[in-house]
Every structure is written in structure tokens, then in C-alpha cells.
């Protein structure tokens, strides 16, 4: 039996700890234990239909209640699980569609496993020659003991966020799992008895299935579990959840903290919620920004969020989930350089005066992890030296499972290029500046879509997290760029020409080039991942 399964049912067995679904309108507790006895019996559905060692199966569903219970079942048959992007009510359901026929193609999955509220799916893949079983259906089998697994053997097939009709998926085995896990306990300093855990990360998404619902379930953690929809409807269920509960532990992109801090704001009364048992809230899955760190602790503090909770993180699905934290207790670390030499000789030069930015630390490699950096010719760069982040280690994904079959994600050495421009400070910590594919280069100066993006959103009437800078003439003597601003007053021209004009100064003053042109759209028009984070690239039509 792999170290994964054989940990996860045992601590089903000797833990009181359990899973918190259904808030806010109907709640309801399963211990491990009888979370462990639900996926028995959906290993039982499973083992009828034909699922076995080696293969894949999707799934489409909505309830973290019934996705634990599946997943573990899928793991007791030896197969592995795929949670299929799900579609929201801004999602094109006709690219949604051929997108998940795609990843079902590409995974050669056996079997679909669907239920509400995607029900009204089950046809169309019925149609395509799909074994589609429902969860209420696998329940309904008699329990049964789980097959041997291998430490080797593929758990998740993780989709990465750029999914698109050619995806591709993270292969992330037993082992990998075990190594993250256990890093990750000991690098949060995680603590079995008292910490509870608050999430409504989409299942769909690394740090949702992985990082807060596989992990939780194989140490045997409280965890507390909604959905993104239950999240976007009510931006202070979080507050609530994290009150009711005594939420000790947290995790969500930058954007999703901005959100809250602004609710927090507007609709909260100081006191109405306590977060002061929040200790550990990571922010990660995207940039973090500096100034909406500062602002979610400002909104915070009338309601006991203490600013060392704060924990900016580095991860990514080829490493599992997690590659570092910043320290436990220690808040944001600000590093501030000098953006010319940044952008110029990329060299992270420290400077508190004149043209700086300010970068946030994203704290040391997890244990069984190494993080270099190398420039274009691959030579490792010493601290401050702005090249491409490579990781190695035991959580490190051996590769992809592609249309075209299988494709390693490490090089001969066992070095996966992230695809990330950052550098190391000389304390060994990691920061980001960007991604490699989306840095314009202009005059030979490295300029981040970061820098724009968070300039554009100053703007009054920029919707919080939806600007989206758009690089230009990629490849050419002279790269440009363009900005593109979801505005609510879209269709009133006067405002549309105070936005362009706002956006356009704002972002000069950050960068020092202006923008070849701006663009204001209605909201839900900038492209943007199941998991949220902008697709720059497929914003490239909506300013030409």
C-alpha cells in the first residue's frame, strides 16, 4: 500500500476530526471516518463499473461533500481522479463543452463521475460513448475494501489553469503528495489538534483539491469547506465561516483578498465578526501585491485580523501545490529595489529612494525542495540576479499527460523550468517578478504586466482585478503594449475617456512608457481562468 492511502485510511480510522459542509444554509459535519466509509462504497460503484489500477476517471461536480468521499473512492480502486474545470454563470458554455470533451479524450477516461448541478451534462456525454455514473448511484453500492496501491501510482490528474482546447495535466502521484504534504505541515507549523481550516477554493484548482481537500483528508485535519459559488455570493461567508468556526487557517489569491477587504469595508461593522483566531492566511496562486496585503490588514483590523496572519506563498500544480511559505508569524516581507536596474540590468538592486518597486518575499523553499535561478544561457545567477525560477525535489511532477501522450516536465538533472522571472534574496528567499511569456520588452527594460495591471486598477471605476496589460509586436525590434479596464460605466462616454485618460497617466507613472492604447469593457469581457487568473494571451483580440 503507498505511504498516501495507507496514512489517509489510518488516520480515518483513529481521528475525531471531520469536514464541514453545506453552509450557510444547511451545514453538516462527516468525521474522516465516515468520509472513509462513503468512498467505500463508491469504491464498490466504482469496482461494478469496470474502474480499476491504471485508470482515469473525471469528475464534474460541485460539493466538496460528495467530492471527498469520490476522490478517495477513485484512490481504494488504484485509479486516478481529474477534477474537469466547472463552469460558472459568466462561463461560454459552448468552449466549456469542447474543452471538457477534449480533457476526456486526452485522459482516456473510463468513466465521467457527475452530480448536481451539472446534471444536464449527463446526456451529452452519454451521447459521446461516455460511462457517466452519477454519486448518489456509486453510494448506493454495498462497501468494499481497497486494492494495494504503489507510492509510484498517479493520484490526480491536475488540469493546469491554461487549459484550453489542446490541455494538458499535471501528473501528481502518491508520493509527491506525501512529500508536499508532510513540507507543508511542518513549514506552517501545523498543528493537528487546535488549527481549522476555512476554504472555498474550487475543487477544480491545485491549491482547492490538493492543498485544501487531499491534504487535509490524508492528515486527518478540521476542515471547513464551501464552494466558489457560496464565496461569490456572499464575500462575507468567509468572515462568518472564519468566526463560527474559530478559523485558524486560510488560503486565496491575491484577488479574492482585495474582494474582501472592500466587503469588509462597505457592509461590515467593526466587530460584527471575529477573525482574531485567524493565524495562517496564505495568499498565493497569482501575484501579491503589496498594497492589497496592506489594505486587506487596515479593512482587517477592526475585526482582529492580525497582520503577521498574512502569509505570501510561491507554488504551483507541477510541484504539486507548494514551493515556499513566508515564515510562520512573520507578516508580508517587503523588498524594495531599484525598478531601473531591475528593469535594465535585471538585478534586484535594494533602494528606498527614487524609482523603486516594492516586491513581496515569498519566504524559503519546503523541506525536499531546491530553487535555483539561471539566465537565458542557463548559468545558475547568484542572489539578486533576475533569471528564470527552476525547482527540483521529491513533490516535482514527472510530467504531463498531453493530447500527444506523455511529456516530462524535468530536465536530465531532475530541474523543472517554472517559467517564472525572479531572483533569490541573500537570505535564500524567493521572490517573483513575472512570467517569463508575458514581460514586455521594451528598449531593452524587462516591463511587468503586473506593474500596469496594478497602476490601471488605481483608477476610480476599474473593477478590482480586472485590468489586463496586453503585450504587443512580441518578438519585434520594438514591443508595445495595451491595457484593457472592465469599467460598469462602459456605455457612458464621458466616463470611458476619464478612465482612458486615468489609466494612461497612472500607468506612465508607474512604468515610464505609455500604453499604445486602452480599452474599457463591460464587466465579464477579460478573459480569465477557471481559477481566475487573467489569460493575457487570449485578451490579445479585445484591444486590437
Known sequence: ?????????????????????????????????????????????????????GDAVAVLAGAPVEIAPTAQGIWMRAASATMVHQPTPRTDLVRWAAETTAVIDMISARAVVISDPFMAAAPVLTEMGMTVLTIESLLSNAPIEPLDTFDH???????????????????????NIVANAEAMVIGCDFDIDTDVIVSWLPCFHD???????????????????????????DTLLWAKLIDKYKGTMT????????????????????????????????????????????????????????????????????????????ECGGGMVIDEVDADLLAVLHRAVPANRGHTRRLVSLGKPLEGLELRIV?????????????????????????????????????????YDTGDLGYLTETGDVVVCGRLKDVIIMAGRNIYPTDIERAASRVDGVRPGCAVAVRLDA??????????????????PQQVRRVERQVAHEVF?????????????????????PSGKLRRAHALSLVN
Not at 376 to 394: C, F, K, N, T
Not at 475 to 492: H, I, M, N
Open 375 to 415: 539566465d537565458e544561457d542557463g548559468s545558475v545567477l547568484s542572489a539578486r540576479g533576475v533569471g528564470v525560477i527552476e525547482v527540483r525535489g521529491e513533490p516535482v511532477t514527472r510530467g504531463y499527460t498531453t493530447v500527444a501522450g506523455f511529456l516530462p516536465a524535468q530536465d536530465e538533472r531532475g530541474w
Open 251 to 326: 488560503a486565496a489569491p491575491n484577488f479574492a483578498y482585495n474582494l474582501f477587504a472592500k466587503r469588509l469595508r462597505r457592509q461590515a461593522k467593526p466587530g460584527e465578526f471575529d477573525l482574531s483566531s485567524l493565524r495562517w492566511a496564505l495568499s498565493g496562486a497569482e501575484q501579491v501585491d503589496p498594497l492589497d496585503v496592506e489594505d486587506l490588514c487596515d479593512a482587517g483590523a477592526p475585526f482582529g485580523l492580525k497582520p503577521e496572519a498574512i502569509i505570501p506563498a510561491y507554488g504551483m500544480a507541477e510541484t504539486t501545490v507548494a514551493v515556499s511559505f513566508s
Open 509 to 529: 507613472a508607474e512604468v515610464d512608457v505609455r500604453p499604445r492604447n486602452v480599452v474599457v469593457l463591460a464587466p465579464g469581457t477579460i478573459p480569465k481562468t
Open 475 to 492: 518578438g519585434l525590434s520594438r514591443e508595445t503594449f495595451a491595457v484593457a479596464v472592465e469599467c460598469k460605466e462602459y456605455e457612458d
Open 153 to 175: 501510482d498517479v493520484a490526480l490528474m491536475q488540469l493546469t489553469s491554461g487549459s484550453t482546447g489542446s490541455p494538458k495535466a499535471v501528473q501528481i502521484t502518491h508520493a
Open 1 to 53: 500500500m503507498s505511504r498516501f492511502t495507507e496514512t489517509m485510511y489510518s488516520n480515518a480510522q483513529s481521528s475525531h476530526k471531520g469536514m464541514v459542509t453545506g453552509e450557510p444554509g444547511t451545514p453538516v459535519r462527516h468525521t474522516w471516518a465516515e468520509v472513509h466509509e462513503r468512498a467505500r462504497r463508491v469504491a464498490g460503484g466504482l469496482a461494478a463499473a469496470g474502474i480499476g489500477p
Open 207 to 233: 491549491m482547492g483539491m490538493t492543498g485544501y481537500l487531499t491534504v487535509p483528508m490524508y492528515i486527518g485535519a478540521e476542515l471547513v469547506k464551501v464552494t466558489p459559488m457560496d464565496f461569490l455570493r
